[in-house]
């Protein structure tokens, strides 16, 4: 008796929802603020979702976010609308200082 092997099935991969404790209501300063970093080291991405769904909202959060901020809903009708600004580190640089060292900026 001849064993024929068949394709392997492959499940698609789910979509990766981005975690609700990282979407948040305050602004992008009180965030910097409270983890002791300035606004310009990050890079600002508005996300917006036209669905009623949080789901949906998650999924078009870039990955390498750290965090979203100024997260709003807003519904009218049976139509809901849902924005939020992620916010993406910047890729660490080295700078100089005045005295001409180089240092790795954190």
Do not use: W
Not at 49 to 72: G, H, I
Not at 84 to 101: F, N, R, V, Y
Request: with cysteine; charged share 30%; net charge neutral.
């Amino acid at each position: 008796m001849t064993v024929y092997r068949t394709a392997a099935t492959v499940e698609p991969e789910k979509p990766r929802l981005f975690p609700l404790e990282k979407i948040l209501t305050v602004s992008a300063r009180d965030y910097c603020e409270s983890v002791e970093r300035r606004l310009s080291d990050y890079r600002l991405v508005g996300v917006h979702a036209e669905e009623d769904y949080l789901s949906e909202f998650q999924k078009k959060v870039p990955r390498e976010t750290e965090v979203v901020v100024e997260y709003v809903y807003a519904s009218k009708g049976n139509c809901g609308r849902i924005s939020g600004t992620a916010l993406i580190p910047k890729p660490k640089k080295e700078s100089t200082d005045t005295s001409g060292s180089v240092s790795r900026s954190s």
